[in-house]
Each structure stands twice: as C-alpha cells, then as structure tokens.
C-alpha cells in the first residue's frame, strides 16, 4: 500500500528529496509521490524531475490526505525552512521522515517527523535527529549527538561524539565538528571548517581552525523559498 506525499519547495533539495522517495520506492513501494509546492508563479505547471508542481503552498488545503516534507534550504538563510513550517501550520503527525535505503539508522537512533536523509548519511549510535532536519550524503554523525530541529548539515559533514547543533544551524560541506562541543542556534559553519570550539549562535565561522567571521544576517526577503 502507498500513501500519497507532498514536497514543499521545487529548487534542489526538493528534486533531490524526489529521487530519494524514488530510491525508496524501489526497494519497497511506499509512497505515491503527487508532486511539489511552490510561490513561485512561473513553476507552476511546469514538470521537475518528473513531476508537476502543482501550485502555491496554499494549495496544501487541496490535499488534505497526503504527508508533507518541506525541502527548502539556504545557506544564507538558515531560518528558511522553519519559517515555511511554521507558515503551514500543519500537525507534527501529517510531516514524512524521508530516509534513503543507503542510510544506517540503527536502533537506539532516531529521526524526527519532516526530516530527510539522503544517501550514505550514517548514524552511528544513539543519535538524536529532530523534527525538519535535512541531512545530505556522506555526512556521519557519531555516537550521542543531538541534532535539533530545521539544522541543515550538507554533504560530507563529520561531526563527532557527543555535539549538540542548535536549532536551526546550517552546516557547511565538509565541515569537521569537534566531540563534545555545541553549535548555536541559527548559527552557520563554512565549507570545510574545522570546528574546535563551541560556536555561539546566530554567528557566522569559517576556516582551520574556525573563527568568527560576522553576526548570521537577517534576510531582507521573508518567506521566499529557497533554490
């Protein structure tokens, strides 16, 4: 039996959160994917990776019965995706947790409603995954870290034993996080960092070892989705 499924946001992460469902559907037929949400006025009708979009976020009201995964992201605004959950409104019960046949999520780890691990992501032990996180492949996240919810974490992110990211931090492509440090909320680490200590929040670091750079930016266009 499928179930019918929603994508919030047309851009990148939500083509590649498509052929997730799609990797998942080869190995067992679960979802019934309709198609993506968008504001933009020029997608609509138009086909992405397969499929339609089908209208404006508003158009979710169309679709009472089908789960929802909200897939926007920007680096320059890590606030984005919670933005647009909280727009929704939906309850926690009708948001997916997409996960690909190639992740490892063992037992005693667990994964929030709205969240999306993309190919090769590894748990190791115990980790805690909350609600509209975004995980790209080959990130590895070891034993005891917390994740909070709306963290991005792009590909190849290693973060070590026992590390807190604060809600709604965005990690850069590459980054090496330290064992037993926090990322604050909201805060952004740059491609490739090496993270030695605890980053505060809403604060922007970059290099080896990473420094601050500047406060996070607030974003001048609110609500608009991300590509």
């Known amino acids: 039996m499928t179930n019918d499924l929603v994508i919030v946001g047309a851009g990148g992460m939500a083509r590649e959160t498509a052929a997730t469902v799609a990797a998942i559907n080869a190995v067992a037929p679960t979802w019934r994917l309709r198609g993506f ?28 019965d089908a789960a929802v995964v909200v897939c926007v992201a920007n680096a320059r605004d890590p606030g984005v995706r919670e933005r647009v959950v909280r727009r929704l409104g939906l309850p926690a019960a009708r948001y997916a947790s997409v996960v690909h046949p ?25 980790v805690t995954v909350g609600a509209h996180v975004a995980i790209m492949p080959q990130t590895v996240l070891t034993h005891d870290d917390i994740v909070d919810d709306h963290v991005t974490i792009a590909s190849g992110v290693r973060i070590s034993g ?3 990211i604060g809600r709604g931090a965005y990690l850069g492509a590459g980054a090496l996080i330290r064992e037993s440090l926090t990322v604050g909320a909201k805060s952004i680490i740059g491609m490739g960092a090496v993270v030695l200590s605890d980053v505060p929040p809403d604060e922007v670091w970059a290099g080896n070892p990473a420094r601050f750079l ?14």
Do not use: N
Request: net charge negative; hydrophobic share 45%; with cysteine.
């Open 162 to 164: 026992s590390v807190r």
């Open 37 to 64: 949400l968008d504001d933009d006025p020029a997608l609509h009708g138009v086909t992405r990776a397969g499929l339609p979009v089908l209208g404006p976020l508003d158009a979710i009201a169309d679709l009472p």
């Open 214 to 227: 500047r406060p996070v930016r607030q974003p001048t266009l609110q609500g608009v989705l991300a590509r």
């Open 102 to 126: 190639s992740a490892e999520v063992p037992a005693g780890c667990t994964v929030g409603p709205g969240s999306v691990l993309l190919a090769q992501v590894v748990l190791t032990a115990d």
